[in-house]
């Protein structure tokens, strides 16, 4: 049976939307060999006059160019193939020689350049302005601050070692005033999109992922995030760890963010198997705001918020996929491990748990916030302690399920 005529089509690329799964397929209908009855599934295609056209409840059996997740079919209709082949995954400006991870010009004017503490700091100029130079008390991260403000151009010259360098320079959006998060993964497609979902409903209105990954599936995996601009997706595909540096993949990485997003309000620096449990509010902005008001808190005197790690356990095995692990309440008491809300403008280098350089932190009591972190998610090799403390408050933030 074949009930779509090529010869009434203008393009032989075709999209399957499937209701159930909230995905989309691209095919090319000429590979296809097959077609069958699926009562979630639509076929979209664009007839010779250009008009998008749907056959429901089929679906055609072949290789898939390209499948990503999609939320309904009127998003499906909006989706072009091309488009999503050249979505953007910024790439930073890589100098091998001299362990330079990024160089950008950032929110205040400044050009920025991020490295790992694997060497003795380099000597930098640019048009004879010279750096401050930022180093992480634990020898993970080094950092290079123009002095003064600086025009950005794609393009300029640098002076690193008295070795004159022609290099591109970053530039990355403005995000002013707005809390946003900040986090590198590594093969965790499975669970990105639940992370991502879970704080949008808490209030946070931007993501900036650093893929630490080799399989470059992200950047399908979020396209309609992209796309809207929730996402900035950057492809951080340095070593995790180096021999001296220690853990300076993750490191470089905070840090980086905290001079590209400088004028945020707040950056929250959390793994994506960590979930912010807000215990008086379901609002991020509202529990910050109640917070700084009652408690008389002077953000200018505070690099930022730390809050308590209550570890989640899964001793029983049960599914975790999707978003059922938020239905596993095992856990521990709030103890350390403790995460942050950096104030960027206060805090110079961050090494995952803590500010290393910068304005000193400030615990909050975890009788108002904490985070949930679910050790066991992708991960078959921990997790699975049993404890008699149940723990189901993140359940007033699901709502959105």
């Known amino acids: 049976m074949d009930i779509l005529n090529l010869k009434n089509m203008s393009n032989p690329i075709i999209k399957i939307y499937c209701d159930k799964r909230k995905r989309i397929w691209f095919k090319n209908i000429n590979k296809c060999n097959k077609l069958i009855e699926n009562p979630n599934t639509h076929i979209l ?8 056209n749907i056959l429901s409840k089929y679906d055609y059996v072949g290789p898939d160019l390209n499948g990503i997740h999609c939320n309904n079919i009127d998003e499906a209709k909006k989706l072009d193939l091309f488009k999503l082949s050249n979505i ?3 790439n930073p400006i890589n100098i091998n020689k001299y362990d330079i991870y990024d160089i950008y010009h950032n929110d205040n004017n400044k050009l920025i350049i991020i490295s790992p503490s694997e060497n003795k700091p380099l000597t930098i100029k640019y048009n004879n302005i010279n750096f401050n130079i930022h180093i992480c008390s634990h020898g993970h991260t080094t950092v290079y601050v123009s002095k003064g403000a600086v025009k950005y151009n794609k393009k300029i010259k640098l002076n690193i070692n008295n070795d004159f360098l022609e290099v591109n320079v970053n530039k990355y959006p403005e995000f002013k005033g707005e809390i946003i998060m900040s986090t590198i993964v590594k093969d965790e ?3 990105i999109r639940q992370w991502i979902e879970f704080h949008r409903n808490l209030g946070i209105t931007r993501f900036i992922i650093y893929d630490n990954s080799n399989k470059g599936t992200l950047s399908n995996i979020l396209s309609d995030y992209i796309n809207n601009k929730i996402v900035i997706l950057i492809n951080w595909s340095y070593s995790y760890r180096l021999r001296k540096s220690g853990i ?5 990485q905070q840090t980086h963010s905290i001079w590209a997003f400088n004028n945020c309000k707040y950056i929250g ?6 979930y912010v449990n807000i215990q008086s509010d379901t609002n991020i902005h509202t529990f910050f705001n109640n917070l700084i008001k009652k408690e008389n808190i002077n953000t200018n005197n505070i690099g930022c918020f730390t809050l308590l790690n209550k570890l989640f356990y899964n001793p029983d095995n049960l599914p975790s996929d999707g978003y059922k692990f938020l239905k596993i309440y095992n856990c521990d008491i709030a103890q350390g491990g403790e995460k942050c809300f950096v104030i960027p403008k206060n805090v110079n280098t961050h090494s995952v748990h803590t500010i290393t ?3 000193s932190p400030l615990t909050i009591s975890p009788k108002k916030i904490y985070f949930n972190h679910y050790l066991y998610l992708n991960k078959t090799d921990r997790g699975r302690n049993k404890t008699n ?6 359940n007033k933030h699901l709502d959105f399920l």
């Not at 403390?389 to 993140?394: G, K, N, Q, R, S």
Request: hydrophobic share 20%; charged share 35%.
């Open 389 to 394: 403390i149940i723990d189901d408050t993140i």
């Open 357 to 359: 350089n910068g304005k």
């Open 45 to 52: 295609y664009t007839d010779k006059e250009g008009k998008q």
């Open 189 to 191: 497609d499975n669970y």
């Open 248 to 252: 300076s993949g993750q490191t470089t």
């Open 88 to 90: 953007d995954c910024i």
């Open 269 to 274: 620096l959390f793994d994506i198997d960590e």
